[in-house]
C-alpha cells in the first residue's frame, strides 16, 4: 500500500518553462489537494478536488492549472514558471467523511531560477 | 477568511520538561488536525479534533480542543529527543468549504538533553 506518491522528487526549472506535477494515490479517496510550502508560511492549498471531473481553486491558484481526468491521479501544471514557484509542493488525500486526516505525499522540491 | 496562528513559532525544551504549543483561528471551525513534520520529510498526522472539549493522547503529546475560544493545545509532557520536529495545525471552516485545510504557520520544536 503506496498511499499518496509524488513525481518527480525534486526538479530545477528555467523560467518561462512548463511541468507538470504528477499525484497517484490508492487509498480510493475521494478528495485531493495540492499545497506549497515556503519557510515560515506552513501550507498553503493551491487547488483540491472533490472527485473525478471536478477542480476548485485553493488560497493560491495563480500561476497553476490541475486537471482530475481520474480519481487515483491529481496533477498540477506550471505553464510559465516564475521564481515565486520555487517551493516544496505536497499533495494531499481525504476521505469524504471529515473524521480522517489528509493523508500527504513525500513533496517536491522545484527550484525555478 | 479563516486564519490559524500558532505560538510558538520556535520552542527549545529540556528533555524531560512539559510545555503546550497554542493553536488559535479566527472563525468557526468543526475540525482540527495536528500534524508533525521531520526536515525534510512529509506531514505526519497526529490527532483529529471533532468537537468542543475534545481530547486526545499519544504516548507523550495530548492535544485537545476549545470552541468556544477558537483554540486547540498540544502538550507536550516529559519531552524527549525524539519528538523534536515542526508542529502544524490546521483547521477547516466546514461546510461548503469541506476539505480545505488553513494551516498555521509551524511550530519548530528543538529538545535538549
Redesign the interface.
Known amino acids: 500500500n503506496a498511499g499518496v506518491t509524488q513525481t518527480p522528487k525534486f526538479r530545477v526549472l528555467k523560467t518561462g518553462q512548463s511541468m507538470t506535477l504528477l499525484c497517484a494515490q490508492d487509498m480510493n479517496h475521494e478528495?485531493m489537494?495540492w499545497?506549497r510550502q515556503d519557510p515560515?508560511?506552513?501550507?498553503?492549498?493551491i487547488h483540491?478536488s472533490?472527485g473525478e471531473g471536478t477542480t476548485a481553486k485553493?488560497?493560491v491558484p495563480d500561476g497553476y492549472n490541475v486537471s482530475r481526468l481520474k480519481k487515483q491521479n491529481f496533477l498540477l501544471g506550471l505553464e510559465s514558471a516564475a521564481p515565486s514557484q520555487t517551493s516544496v509542493y505536497?499533495c494531499?488525500s481525504?476521505h469524504l467523511r471529515?473524521?480522517?486526516?489528509?493523508?500527504?505525499?513525500?513533496?517536491t522540491r522545484l527550484s525555478i531560477l | 477568511e479563516l486564519k490559524v496562528e500558532q505560538n510558538p513559532l520556535f520552542l527549545s525544551m529540556q528533555e524531560g520538561k512539559n510545555y503546550t504549543i497554542y493553536c488559535n483561528y479566527s472563525t468557526t471551525s468543526d475540525r482540527l488536525y495536528w500534524y508533525r513534520q521531520d526536515p525534510g520529510k512529509s506531514l505526519e498526522s497526529l490527532f483529529v479534533l471533532l468537537s468542543n472539549g475534545a481530547v486526545k493522547q499519544e504516548g507523550r503529546l495530548m492535544a485537545s480542543l476549545d470552541t468556544k475560544a477558537r483554540l486547540s493545545t498540544l502538550h507536550i509532557t516529559a519531552a524527549v529527543h525524539d519528538l523534536s520536529a515542526t508542529y502544524f495545525c490546521a483547521a477547516n471552516a466546514g461546510g461548503t468549504s469541506y476539505g480545505k485545510l488553513t494551516f498555521g504557520q509551524g511550530t519548530i520544536l528543538t529538545v535538549h538533553p
Open positions: 478528495y489537494y499545497y515560515g508560511m506552513g501550507l498553503r492549498l483540491y472533490v485553493g488560497e505536497f494531499a481525504s471529515g473524521n480522517q486526516p489528509q493523508h500527504f505525499g513525500d513533496g
